[in-house]
C-alpha cells in the first residue's frame, strides 16, 4: 500500500509540540483502518528514519497516531522537512 494512502497530514497543536520536544514525537492523522504496523512502515518509508513505537487513538476528528522516533532521530528535523516550522 502506498504511504501517502495511509498518513494524510500532521495534526499541530502546542500539546503537539511539547510532545516533539519532550518525547521525539510526532503526531499524524491517519487512514482510520490502518494498523500500528501499517503506519510504521508508511512512515518509515516517507520520511527514510526508524520509528520506535507507534500509539495511536481515534478522535472525532479522525483516528490520530503519535509516532515516536529513535534516539537517532530528531522528531524537529522530520517536522521541518514536511513543513510544520
Known sequence: ???YDIIFHPYVTEKTMNLMEKNNALEFVVKRNA???Q????VEKMFETKVKNV???I?????HAIVTFTSEVKAEDVG???GIF
Open 39 to 42: 503506519i510504521k512502515r508508511a
Open 35 to 37: 494498523n500500528k504496523s
Open 59 to 63: 478522535t472525532r476528528t479522525g483516528k
Open 55 to 57: 500509539n495511536t487513538r
Open 80 to 82: 521541518m522537512r514536511i
Open 1 to 3: 500500500m502506498d504511504p
